[in-house]
DNA sequence: CACTTGACCTGTCCGC
DNA sequence: TGCGGACAGGTCAAGT
């Protein structure tokens, strides 16, 4: 699924919805989706309290009064499904899409002293959870490769620019991608961004003028914001932590619209293509390589 | 080091 | 209706 907006509209619903929880009980499918020994399941995760839900990049991060965190990314098709105890007024979204869980794409279920539960569905598997020492956090891997938030206040458009510098001899939807550039960006605001900057996406970074960046970086950062405040893109598995949709597709002027018109140009057809192996949509008269 | 490709999985859609 | 292939919001480990 899930691409810097959709995490961070997951992170503000646990937000509201987990925080003072107690977990009772944590039961995982295979080793691959939650692979922690038991003695730590029972020491650090059982009986713990969430003190916080906090998202870097992609991956979110669930603080224990234990010390330790779950660190969970979503990646494809990762879902976070908080269901409340009716019995207790926790309220299951009565415009949830899911209508029963667990279910067969259900992967960890927690169940919380009061009732509720936390499902973490994710149908292609791609997806992963670990629990570990908060402390220990940012030291792994990712987060040590990983370069800064886009949407942070002190983040410059020419500090983006600088980062873009390391991948000089590649094309910008590639360098857009790469998460050790600059964090979050996905398939979906990387086409929307490179339409809103009038930048072809096989354009070589080293070919990209200061002024094209700073357009780029503006154009990224309103694309993302707009995103948030929409609640993500529900393209197709997406939903949040109550269940629900996103509304930033009715707002897309090119992702997955190949056939449709540019909203610049009514009379040209957005096309499709595939640039760093991933499907690619554009105005062929906007974006001209 | 920089860059590209295939692998990881399941489900859906499209053409024959 | 069935079947094969391409494709789907993301990273990784390999390869050149």
Redesign the pocket.
Known sequence: ???LP?VETVRRGLEKLIIGQVIKEAKHDTE?SFPNAPADVKEFLIGATVLDVRRR???LLIDLSSEYSLVI?L???GQLVFVGDERFGAGHPSDSLINELPD??TRVTFEFEDGSYLFFND????GWMRLMPTIEVPNI??MQ?VGPEPLEADFTWQQFAERFM??????IK??L?D?TVVA?????YADESLWGAKLHPKRL?GSITKAEFKKLYIELRTVMNLAIEKG???????INAEGKK?SYMDFARVF?REGLMCPRHPDVEII?L?V????THICPLCQVE
Do not use: C, D, W
Request: aromatic share 6%; charged share 30%; glycine share 12%.
């Open positions: 699924m899930p691409e959709e691959k990049a992609k991956v990314h990646k494809m098709t067969k794409s149908q292609r598997k791609f891997n990712f490769k390391r991948r000089a001899r590649t094309s590639a360098a991608l998460q979050g960006v996905g398939n979906i970074v993500g893109s529900s393209n197709q598995t997406y996103g997955r499709k595939k760093a192996g991933r499907g």
